[in-house]
DNA sequence: TCGTTAACTGTATAAAAATACAGTTAACGG
DNA sequence: CCGTTAACTGTATTTTTATACAGTTAACGA
């Protein structure tokens, strides 16, 4: 994402303030009075500017038609992560499928949502087109399942690690572990697992 | 807090799906379009009872100036369901074990989350201890997983009905289908499986 | 049977809000 | 030195939006 001038953070800090407290976004004449701007189109193209770096979108031909873009609100829900490319990284743009109202606290600090591919997690009752919630901690523990990285491919495994040697298990007999020695190999953990979320997909 | 009728509980709910996934309140006349109103002023009058009883605030002069009263707010969440005694209704207070922070909207209209016991649907990815968002919809279309009450009994299995003959499939080799004959048996229904939610459980 | 309330229809209108267009000034980078 | 960008001023003009006023219908309780 696009860095901010001071100026533009100051003013996208008082809109998440704004909402938080008010209920609902400021208007251009709002944000005007505020910063004592003697044009509302200061207002506006400050909005523009926000809105091209990504940091909130906004609703045309509609009052206070502001909403701040994931992750940079309070709770608005996770993101949805889909197919990630090789060499992408997991959050980029182009893998977003979008969003989903998830209470964070629901487990135990996710993260991200990401969309199951294959059934090499069946048998661990991870199916193709769950949704995983993944927290980023890159400190698993034997046992625990996670997303990795492996020659840039994305993968999700039951985590094992001995000294330098990592395996990483599908649960289910038609595939076989993934073996990584981390002195020669690269490996990238992304995160872990802390939660599966399934929603239609039982027909 | 005075109670809402029926109507105006729908209209609260919808305000607050809406400042959810748009992130602002809606207008009178969004509220009008959505509900099929041919006069704004029934929104108006609307969000002036709901002002009047408390739920929210309204702020005049302003566009969208609609405020949730506190408390109101998130969603108490669903109500978890566990082990259901048999002959007991299934949102008996003995078998609640708490609520948990899940939106609504999440899943299709879940009503309850039900913690899953034994092992019967394990192929279609459901475990022990997996909580299943269900719908109190009494109308399960074949290969639906239902929540069904055999002889006093709940049991989650795939619908298949044949006329008067239902069969409750399980998906795990191990377990029998139960065959109901509805004309000699008894069989409810307590809802439609339309969600999973797995938190923990993987160690 | 009558008053009250919920739940609307129908019509207007003033105020609030978005947003276009035309400039200015100062800082920064090549 | 020149083009670009941030950060504005100033003015106008539609759209949106809130909201008033005047009714109607059906249900409910006293």
């Given at each position: 994402m696009e860095e901010l001038s001071p100026r533009q953070k100051e003013i996208f800090q008082w809109i998440r303030e704004r909402i938080a407290t008010t209920g609902f976004p400021p208007?251009?004449?709002?944000?005007?009075?505020?910063?004592?701007?003697?044009?509302?189109?200061?207002?506006?193209?400050?909005?523009?500017?926000?809105?091209?770096?990504?940091?909130l979108f906004l609703q045309e031909g509609t009052a206070r038609g502001i909403r701040l873009a994931a992750g940079t609100g309070e709770a608005a829900g996770l993101p949805v992560v889909g197919r990630v490319a090789a060499g992408q990284p997991i959050l980029a743009e182009t893998a977003m499928e979008g969003f989903l109202p998830v209470d964070r606290e629901l487990f135990a600090g996710a993260d991200f949502l990401l969309r199951v591919q294959g059934m090499s997690m069946r048998d661990a009752g991870i199916l193709e087109g769950d949704l995983l919630a993944v927290s980023r901690r890159k400190d698993p523990r034997n046992g625990q399942i996670v997303v990795a990285r492996v020659d840039n491919e994305v993968t999700v495994k039951r985590w094992h690690q001995d000294g330098h040697q990592v395996s990483l298990m599908p649960e289910n007999p038609d595939f076989r572990p993934i073996m990584v020695d981390l002195r020669t190999q690269s490996l990238e953990i992304e995160g872990t697992v802390v939660g599966l979320l399934r929603t239609g997909g039982f027909l």
């Open positions: 208007t251009r004449a709002e944000l005007q009075a505020s910063f004592g701007f003697r044009s509302p189109n200061a207002a506006e193209s400050h909005l523009r500017t926000l809105a091209r770096k990504g940091y």
